[in-house]
């Protein structure tokens, strides 16, 4: 799931995600939840609560394909430069490298 917010570092994502992992609409096996604050046209930070692990995890490869992919929605994603800053790292936008913080 794909959950876009405007002030994420205030979403308490352990409480919040599990409510939405555990919704009915992803029964019976549950979903990850993604919460994505747009910071620009080409860059969103990303935090995720995680299935299985339940609480939220550093990093997460299918979230961040999930939340570029509904980010882009309705736009050809070849035709596009995407940074998704996820919460263990951050972008460079010198080099199109993404740091570990």
Partial sequence: A???VTALDEINIAEIGREIRFHEVFAPAGANVNFVEVLGD??????TYERGVE???LACGTGTVAAALAK???TDPREKSFMVSAHAYEPNASNNVVHRR
Avoid at 42 to 47: A, E, H, I, P
């Fill in 2 to 4: 794909v959950v876009f």
């Fill in 42 to 47: 080409n860059l969103v930070r990303l935090r």
């Fill in 55 to 57: 609480q939220e995890t």
């Fill in 72 to 74: 882009l929605e309705g």
